[in-house]
């Protein structure tokens, strides 16, 4: 398995280069981690909007 792995690093290296090679495994790599984050920051900004929102509201209601 891991014989299969470096061969085909190897073969990707060879074929797209170093740099280019090592970009794309951070991105095959951090992908998940992206996608998470994502998700994490749509539900921050929903929070600051309810947050927002409801003073908005307080404010109108002390008027």
């Known amino acids: ?7 085909e690093l190897v073969k990707l290296i060879s074929n797209v280069g170093f740099p280019a090679a090592v970009s794309i495994y ?6 998940k981690r992206l996608e998470d984050l994502t998700k994490d920051l749509s539900k921050l900004t929903n929070a600051i909007l309810t ?12 008027k």
Do not use: P
């Open 1 to 7: 398995m891991v014989g299969t792995i470096y061969d």
């Open 26 to 31: 951070l991105l095959v790599r951090l992908d």
């Open 51 to 62: 947050v927002v929102e409801h003073q908005k509201s307080e404010e109108l209601i002390k």
